[in-house]
């Protein structure tokens, strides 16, 4: 029976130090791997390239006064869309609006217009009442050159979409071999915010081989806002700086902070769903403007 008894204590420590070695090293691959700031940062750059949705945030200020913000809600399928409210303010004047951008068609239409007197409430002028909650619309057609919303927002800083697990390794290694991105992972900082790990980056971006990574990405999301930009025109351009903050568990792109501190871009809600109806009655954006003057 001593014998039994033993045997049993002695299997019992065996499958306690089991355990304890187990714990161990998932601890240390916890630790040095899964949250190694490269890894972290790699993580986030694959993960922007399978999101669903996600909410952009955009928040801008001048010396002159001048401020804006913006929330974007974007949605890569079934039908992608980017659903915008906005906010923009130069000295006593305030317009708020929105937008519903797809890949080839707009609708835009204010939803406030203020001006301010001095020692007045703020106020709507009459010559724009007209022009409020009326939804104007335009096509790629029309559209020209100029910057679509939809294609502001999935090409920003770093390029957010969900592609196919081909098109993803190929951007990735892009991306690796022509080093978009620089960050000395030595200066990582590492900050507890909201209850959860976050490490703050400082990244340098090298012009020519970002625009030619947009180039990529745009052509394999379908869309021919960048086809005609000429890459060798950024040779030689001054390095992009900024400061990029990521979730250090879950990989997600927190907040990106340009080098002057003047415009902030924070990202939530990844992978929330929303519903976008598409606007039954509207007019020609020119003439929606036109309302204005």
């Known amino acids: 029976m001593k014998y039994f008894a033993r045997t049993n204590r002695l299997a019992l420590s065996i499958v306690v130090l089991g355990i304890i070695l187990a714990s161990l090293t998932a601890w240390t691959w916890w630790r040095q791997i899964y949250t190694n700031p490269e890894n972290v940062f790699d993580r986030m750059l694959s993960g922007s390239l399978t999101v669903p949705t996600v909410t952009k ?13 913006q929330t974007s ?17 130069q000295g006593p004047t305030s317009i708020a609006y929105e937008s519903i951008a797809f890949p080839d068609r ?9 001006t ?22 335009t096509s790629a057609a029309t559209m020209g050159t100029e910057a679509q919303m939809f294609d502001q927002t999935v090409l920003g800083i770093v390029p957010i979409g969900n592609l196919t697990p081909a ?7 892009q991306i690796h071999a022509e080093n978009v991105y620089t960050v000395n992972y ?7 915010v909201d209850g959860r790990n976050v490490y703050v980056y400082h990244v340098q971006i090298d012009p020519k081989a970002y625009v030619s990574m947009l180039k990529t990405f745009a052509r394999m999301i379908g869309s021919d806002q960048l086809a005609d930009v000429d890459t060798a025109a ?11 903050s990521i979730d250090a568990r879950a990989g997600y ?33 020119l003439q929606l403007q036109s309302m204005l003057q």
């Open 57 to 69: 945030g955009t928040s801008e200020s001048s010396d002159d006064g001048q401020s804006a913000q």
């Open 73 to 89: 809600q974007l949605s890569v399928g079934p039908l992608p869309s980017v659903v915008t409210h906005a906010t923009a303010t």
């Open 106 to 114: 707009e609708y835009f239409r204010y939803t406030n217009i203020t």
């Open 116 to 137: 301010q007197a001095e020692g007045e409430e703020p106020s709507t002028p009459e010559q724009y009442q007209d022009a409020l909650g009326i939804w104007g619309f």
């Open 167 to 173: 098109d993803r390794a190929e951007l990735l290694r």
């Open 186 to 192: 030595e200066s990582v900082e590492r900050k507890h």
């Open 234 to 244: 950024y040779e030689g351009a001054p390095q992009l700086q900024g400061d990029m």
């Open 253 to 285: 792109l927190g907040d990106v902070f340009y080098a002057d501190r003047s415009r902030v871009e924070p990202f939530t809600s990844y992978g929330l769903q929303n519903t976008v109806e598409e606007p039954a009655d509207s007019i020609p954006l």
